[in-house]
């Protein structure tokens, strides 16, 4: 349950929607696995030669990495409330018309939740949702002291659309998201728009960016990056050293942000798109909630978030995409975007 408070006859489901897990396709599971476990400190079970998952609290499962040629987020997990609240985000999607459908026990078991159904998400990430998620009470072996989790969900998703609007239709449509705030940013010579997208407590659970007066996207994953989030300081800073120590590819430094204050730092996975471990990022809690009012931030760093390490060919490699993306319209899902949601 959640501490928001919704009148009788709000059928708004904000706050009641967590980020469970994130699906990520890759034949690169050794080097995930000594990522995930011997860099970043999170608990790794084996399923099999094909199969991977990282806990970070006591639900089986945070992170599943499936053997597969994607290199990249396929499906975000998304851990309902109740099941009322299931029902109606259910019946928002098929009542637009758009399939959503019943996940097999088989794939309901490798992400440990019950409940589980999927429909089309932008980008083509496919949005999953469940209600109870499985817990172990296995203990967490694991480098670092704890992840914050619980009521802020996982962490947070952050992509570069060539379709903001449309993005953040979607997620206004079917999970009744809202605009935290927005920051505006030149990154590699790009001016970049950025909105963040709140769905519960954590600041934001979605981040959208956008270049701005063009539509292209310089990125090969459909993920910018995903967002952890580290109990103590001193756990973030000594998965920083590890993840250098390891040989791991370190993108942006420790820096603050501007907007929700999250100290973090970014490195590259397995698979190539970032991980932000992040620590102590401001909580939207029902009191700050009533009053919160969308600004506009310049920059997306207070200090640090130094870049590390881009080479000429990375350069080269994002030019080569961005030119590829212009070519073919970015995925999006018309019918859950715009329009009343119920
Ligand atoms: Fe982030």
Wanted: net charge neutral; with cysteine; aromatic share 10%.
């Amino acid at each position: 349950m959640n501490g928001f408070a919704r009148p009788d006859g709000d059928r708004s489901v904000f706050g009641a929607v967590h980020l469970g897990y994130v699906v990520v396709q890759s034949n690169q599971l050794l080097d995930w696995r000594r990522f995930g476990a011997e860099a970043i400190g999170l608990h790794v079970d084996e399923l099999d030669r094909d199969m991977l998952r990282f806990r970070l609290d006591d639900h089986a499962c945070r992170f599943l990495i499936r053997r597969g040629p994607a290199e990249d987020a396929v499906a975000l997990g998304w851990q309902v409330d109740d099941h009322e609240t299931f029902d109606r985000i259910v019946a928002r999607v098929a009542d637009r018309g758009v399939p959503i459908i019943e996940g097999s026990p088989e794939e309901a078991d490798l992400r440990g939740v019950q409940r589980l159904w999927r429909f089309a998400g932008p980008k083509g990430i496919a949005q999953e949702i469940f209600t109870t998620p499985v817990t172990t009470p296995e203990p967490l072996r694991m480098r670092s002291s704890g992840w914050v989790t619980g009521e802020a969900g996982l962490g947070h998703v952050a992509v570069v659309s060539r379709e903001p609007e449309a993005m953040r239709d979607y997620y206004r449509t079917v999970f009744d998201s809202r605009l935290t705030d927005y920051i505006d940013e030149n990154i590699s010579g790009l001016r970049m728009k950025i909105r963040f997208l709140r769905v519960n407590e954590r600041h934001h659970s979605i981040a959208i960016a956008n270049i701005r007066g063009v539509k292209i996207d310089p990125l090969r994953t459909r993920v910018q990056h995903i967002n952890v989030q580290s109990a103590t300081l001193d756990d973030m800073l000594a998965s920083f050293q590890r993840v250098t120590k390891l040989g791991f590819r370190m993108r942006w430094s420790v820096g603050q942000h501007s907007n929700d204050r999250e100290l973090s730092y970014y490195c590259v996975t397995p698979s190539g798109f970032e991980l932000e471990v992040g620590w102590n990022p401001i909580v939207i809690g029902p009191e700050l909630e009533s009053t919160w009012e969308p600004t506009t931030y310049q920059g997306i760093s207070i200090w640090g978030h130094t870049t590390v390490g881009e080479t000429v060919l990375d350069k080269f490699a994002q030019f080569r995409q961005a030119f590829a993306s212009a070519r073919t319209p970015e995925i999006t899902v018309p019918r859950l975007t715009g329009g009343l949601s119920r």
